[in-house]
């Protein structure tokens, strides 16, 4: 049987493009081979990491590129099509290009403490390692590791504020 040209083929898109809901989210994740409780992936989701590190009751967006050694915290979200991929590509002088594949030269592994808000449109590079209950502001593109409960926004993305543990407000830095 042609997969492709079958009924299979169409349900299984079917599946994977018009379930986002939690119980969809939820078998998406178990396909995916996440297995602590809560967790979550939404449609269109690339996930391509190693183990199962996406701690309970997190959730990855939609169309989200999770790639590499990657490691997501309990209790986190992910917004839409935002990108984590964890790695480097090195340039070869005698080659006159950069690798095809990943180097393993320094520790590349992304990681995203407990608590965080990853907001839309994202990108974090390899290195980075995100503190606990931080938030990061969509479009931001994060570069270097934050510290716990920092509002991180911008291109590359910079420390604007800190959320305070206790009260749960938001404060932000002066101008």
Not at 97 to 119: C, H, L, P, Q, Y
């Amino acid at each position: 049987m042609d997969v492709m040209d079958g009924e299979l083929f169409e349900q299984i898109t079917k599946y994977f493009s018009l379930t986002n809901n939690k119980e969809g989210n939820e078998k998406r994740a178990k396909i995916y081979g996440f297995t602590e409780p809560g967790v979550q992936v939404a449609p269109g989701a690339n996930i391509r990491i190693k183990g199962n590190q996406i701690g309970k009751n997190s959730f990855v967006g939609l169309y989200c590129y999770l790639n590499g050694d990657v490691k997501v915290g309990e209790n986190c979200l992910i917004g839409p099509q935002c990108t984590l991929a964890a790695g480097n590509h090195k340039y070869d002088p005698e080659t006159d290009w950069f690798s095809a594949r990943t180097e393993g030269d320094g520790d590349d592994s992304i990681v995203v403490g407990d608590g965080t808000w990853i907001a839309s449109g994202c990108t974090i590079t390899g290195g980075v390692k995100i503190g606990r209950c931080n938030l990061i502001c969509a479009g931001s593109v994060l570069t270097k590791s934050t510290e716990d409960y920092s509002i991180m926004a911008g291109v590359p993305a910079k420390k604007i504020g800190r959320i305070d543990p206790e009260s749960g407000k938001y404060i932000y830095d002066k101008k």
